[in-house]
């Protein structure tokens, strides 16, 4: 039995759910908010599930609608809608602890999205989302010295952006 779009997109999209949700969160802190960056890509990717070339390819093909719409969403220049970390946004019976990792989440998105886009994109897929170098290569389409060149000064650029933001906080 021939199986339709919405079923092979569906076997294709549940396992790769969870790392396609991280590096959305990391990705559109402070843009939009990350389920409506989902929820906009997975319809477009549904839409064109058609002309993906490989089932292996299929997250690397969310991962490009999703740069893409973040694209358009800057030059349309639309409204942000960024989480807010309020007393209204810890639930009931969690921890200190959770609280204090929500936030400290947030700062790190926050320090995040002010490096440039292509080294943030290259951090969140290495670190977050937990993609090889060669995965990543083919994504971004650069060579391999270029990636591990892109991670290591985003990791000192995020390093001195985290110390300058702890010592205004002293």
Known sequence: MKENQSEHFMRLYEPVHDRFERFCKARAHGEIHFKD???DTILI???RINQLK??????????SIAVKT???????NRPSYVDSFSEKSVPLGVSANAADQKIEIAELYTQLSLLDTVTRECI?????SGFTIKEIMQIQGMGESAVKQRLSRGRKQLVEIIQ???????
């Open 70 to 76: 973040l694209s358009n969403q800057k030059r349309k």
């Open 45 to 47: 990717a549904l839409e």
């Open 124 to 128: 969140i897929l290495f670190e977050i």
């Open 164 to 170: 300058s933001s702890q010592r205004k906080i002293a």
């Open 37 to 39: 960056l989902m929820h």
């Open 54 to 63: 490989s089932d292996q390819a299929f997250l690397h093909f969310l991962f």
